[in-house]
């Protein structure tokens, strides 16, 4: 395989180096190269996918440092003080996160740029333990009683960066990857397609610390010396700048990244003073220019970054996505929704009102009313989004009135967006992918390292994943990134990746806002086809023609109460209804509906 070849060259670059630059010099500064290069490696995970920034990131890189020295010092052998200090790592990457959980954008950055200051400060003030600036001395490291020399432990550092780049790599191409790219992109979107987002995380959070544990390890044993003055905060800044210079989110970006961070100090040394002020500077810069970094803006020059995948059967896929739904909703009981007198209430203002909504098994349910009427938040509330401020939702015997997104998701209630929420960094296969997410059951290891049982499940999900896009008419955009389709085709593929789900009642914001009158006519037939199914439906839409056509029931909410309820014909003869919509350009739209 390709890719085992680019494996095979680079770990021969790597293991020939020492023979090429027999210079002592040289391969001390390629140790630190690739120790770096490991830390930004597992950096570029948290930050480039999983969305989640650290400031702190020196402090695991010390946390690795001193564990797996003191633990070593104690006599505990190099790699099992190794292995340890990685685990240490990873718990502290594991609390960190749990602390910084409820935190979001410039507080989780807060969260952990103290957390990169405890740890200096630690290092620094406990000196008994640390050595503090003074710092501490180790053994030289050794395998099998044997010490290692300046070469041998440069091989040692090549060996693990190889094997963690090709494990970041599997992590990248696997589920495990694109929930953390999913959940970067679109939180609520990944939780309503059954992501426990804060567990998913903490995951990455706890994965990327282990990283930068290990980088901080093999640091603490180059010189058999170091001391608190290598975990400073500009450490921290100075991995971030690798992963954003770089590219975040791309797999080569740390590669490139390590090389400018690398090389920056060297070049501004006699401006060390300055150094904070220009990797300040080099941030903005990049961010304003190269907004995807160097490998993000040449890919994107190059169209690439794409997994590209085979599209067969798509002519037969509508049917046997058919065949497959029917499956499923052959399994199904009959659906029952009971909302009762649900009120949601921003800060005293109430979007909802009071709002009963019953559903008895499979049907479509128109939900309409005049903008600002309370639609969406419903919709928020029934998915989990919003917990009501008063009231109660049954579904299927159960209370699921607070349950969260992900829950919500798991009992079998899943949405789509009126604001479109696809995951703009991944293809539109790998969008339906992510709705899988409840019928994976390959584990973290499997994923890390593609057992052939992750194999055997990636190839049927995305077999079914084909198929399901088949059943909106999108299979020949399977390799297509997300963000590069035009509305309708975002809609229609929302629409695939919630079907993946496999749920019992499917909420359709505003399916066909900003359609084209093609897309539209695709959207009713995808509609009419989920009701064959046999999949419950509530179905927003300001399109007359399409809910008069499609629903059985209409229920209509004006200033979050509902003034009506019925079939269609019912509906546009309703005096309180036409009352609502009259004034503006809506009741024309209802009466076109007709
Ligand atoms: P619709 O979907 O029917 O157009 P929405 O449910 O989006 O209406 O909004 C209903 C009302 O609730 C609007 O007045 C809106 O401004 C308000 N609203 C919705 N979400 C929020 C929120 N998160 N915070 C404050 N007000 C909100
Ligand atoms: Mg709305």
């Not at 994965?207 to 975990?231: K, T």
């Not at 909410?557 to 809506?586: M, N, S, T």
Request: hydrophobic share 50%.
């Amino acid at each position: 395989m390709k890719k085992w070849g680019i494996y095979a060259a680079i770990g021969a670059a790597l293991y020939l180096f020492p023979w090429i630059f027999p210079n002592s010099y040289l391969i001390h500064l390629a140790q630190g190269f690739l120790y770096t290069y490991i830390v930004v490696v597992g950096l570029n995970l948290l930050v480039g996918l999983s969305g989640q920034l650290s400031l702190g990131h020196a402090g695991f890189f010390a946390i690795g440092a001193y564990g797996t020295a003191l633990l070593n010092n104690a006599g505990v052998p190099f790699l099992f003080s190794l292995t340890l200090g990685t685990a240490i790592c990873a718990a502290a990457g594991g609390i960190v996160a749990m602390l910084s959980l409820r935190a979001k954008g410039p507080y989780l950055a807060m969260v952990t740029i103290a957390f990169g200051m405890l740890i200096e400060i630690i290092a620094n003030r406990w000196v008994e333990v640390t050595g503090g600036p003074a710092g501490l001395y180790l053994n030289s490291p050794s395998l099998l009683g044997l010490s290692l020399g300046i070469v041998e432990y440069y091989w040692l550092i090549a060996l693990i960066t190889l094997v963690i780049t090709v494990l970041a790599d599997n992590l990248f191409t696997s589920r495990v990857g694109r929930t953390f790219q999913a959940m970067g992109s679109s939180e609520v979107a990944a939780a309503t397609a059954g992501v426990d987002v804060r567990n998913w995380k903490v995951l990455a959070f706890v994965v990327s610390a282990s990283i930068a544990g290990i980088g901080g390890a093999l640091f603490a044993f180059q010189n058999s010396y170091f001391n608190s003055d290598s975990f400073t905060w500009d450490k921290s800044i100075l991995f971030l700048v690798g992963v954003i210079v770089g590219g975040a989110g791309t797999r080569l970006g740390p590669v490139i990244g390590t090389i400018v961070i690398f090389l920056l100090p060297q070049a501004f040394q006699s401006l060390y003073d300055y150094h904070l002020l220009i990797f300040g500077a080099i941030l903005l810069v990049s961010l304003v220019l190269l907004p995807q970094g160097i490998v993000g803006s040449l890919g994107r020059v190059k169209g690439k970054r794409r997994e590209a995948l085979p599209l067969a059967k798509e002519a037969d896929g509508a049917r046997e996505a058919l065949g497959t739904e029917v499956r499923w909703a052959a399994k199904r009981q009959a659906t029952v929704l009971d909302i009762r007198q649900v009120v949601m209430e921003f800060d005293g203002y109430r979007a909802v009102d009071g709002v009963d909504l019953t559903l008895q098994g499979p049907e479509v349910r128109g939900l309409i009313g005049p903008n600002g009427s309370g639609k969406s938040t419903i919709v928020n509330v029934l998915s989990g989004v919003y917990v009501p401020t008063a009231g109660q939702m049954i579904w299927n015997t159960r209370n699921v009135t607070s349950f969260p997104p992900h829950k919500m998701a798991e009992a079998g209630i899943t949405r789509t967006f009126q604001n479109l929420q696809l995951f703009s960094e991944l293809t539109v296969l790998q969008n339906v992918l992510v709705g899988f997410h409840l019928h994976y059951t390959s584990g973290f290891f499997a994923n890390l390292l593609h057992t052939p049982r992750f194999w055997r499940e990636e190839e049927r999900l995305r077999e079914e994943a084909m198929h399901l896009l088949a059943f909106v008419g999108m299979a020949e955009k399977a390799n297509e990134m997300a963000a590069n389709l035009s509305y309708g085709e975002q809609r229609l593929v929302e629409i695939a990746r919630a079907m993946a789900v496999k749920p019992q009642l499917l909420i359709l914001d505003e399916p066909a806002a900003g359609a084209s009158q093609y897309e539209v006519d695709k959207i009713v037939k995808v509609i009419r086809n989920l009701k064959e199914i046999g999949i419950s439906i509530i179905l927003v839409e300001h399109h007359m023609e399409i809910v008069m056509n499609v629903c059985d029931t209409i229920t209509v909410l004006d200033f979050g109460k509902k003034i009506a309820e019925g079939d269609p014909a019912h509906i546009q003869k309703h005096p309180q209804v036409i009352e609502a919509y009259l004034g503006g350009e809506e009741v024309t739209k209802l009466v076109v509906g007709e």
